[in-house]
């Protein structure tokens, strides 16, 4: 199985702040990679597909860069509703598997 | 609009099974795989495995696959999962998750199972 890693697993942050959340898979995955948002309520929202494209309706201040087996997500400038848990997850292989998530909060 | 709407909180015995479901509409059910996600209290995502509607086709996690039967009705659109010889650890909340290229891109909102003498 590809072992997903993230990190920091905890990140502070202030509002209008960029932060930058790492994810790294135990063996390349050729861009396989995926972001997920998940709220308080445990509502769970795709963010990007494929390492740096934005689900539908997701703002422009969430991007997604990297390749082989380091990926990172990137908020430019945070917002209220940005304060949640983070998860990466890889579709390159079975099975599916995801990072041990980051909790992105308020500083 | 894409919903998956999921049944409602389970509780169920030690050794027992229960079946949780998960209702597809604003698209055409058979054009989708539909995953299952668990998260045990306080803790990430894990996959269970897929299913597709139109084969009843499935994969599982290896260890998932004495755990976990996954099923589809193309009549009623309606994904469901079924776990078996329960415990303790199946305590968590299990979610359905609309697969395609653009990874699991419509989430239900998730049931919570309770496993409890």
């Known amino acids: 199985d590809i072992q997903m890693t993230q990190s920091p697993s905890s990140l502070p942050a202030s509002l209008g702040e960029r932060v930058t959340i790492s994810c790294r898979a135990s063996?390349?995955?050729?861009?396989?990679l995926n972001w997920y948002q998940q709220k308080p309520d445990g509502t769970i929202k795709p963010l990007i597909y494929?390492?740096?494209n934005l689900q539908s309706g997701v703002p422009s201040r969430f991007s997604g860069s990297g390749s082989g087996t380091d990926y990172s997500l990137t908020i430019s400038s945070l917002e209220p509703e940005d304060f949640a848990m983070y998860y990466c997850q890889q579709d390159a292989s079975f099975p599916r598997t995801f990072g041990g998530g980051t909790k992105l909060e308020l500083k | 609009e894409v919903q998956l709407q999921q049944s409602g909180p389970e509780v169920g015995r030690p050794g027992s099974s229960v079946k949780i479901s998960c209702k597809a509409s604003?698209?055409?059910?058979?054009?989708?795989?539909m995953n299952w996600v668990k998260q045990s209290p306080g803790q990430g995502l894990e996959w269970i495995g897929w299913?597709?509607?139109?084969?009843?086709?499935?994969d599982y996690a290896e260890k998932f696959k004495k755990k976990a039967t996954l099923t589809a009705d193309t009549s009623s659109n309606t994904a469901y999962i079924q776990l078996s010889s329960l415990t303790s650890e199946d305590t968590a909340t299990y979610f359905c998750?609309?697969?395609?290229?653009?990874?699991?891109?419509?989430w239900g909102q998730g049931v919570m199972v309770t496993v409890s003498s």
């Open positions: 494929y390492t740096s």
């Open positions: 299913i597709d509607p139109e084969y009843g086709s499935t």
């Open positions: 604003g698209y055409t059910f058979t054009d989708y795989v």
């Open positions: 063996q390349g995955i050729s861009n396989n």
């Open positions: 998750a609309r697969g395609t290229i653009a990874a699991m891109d419509y």
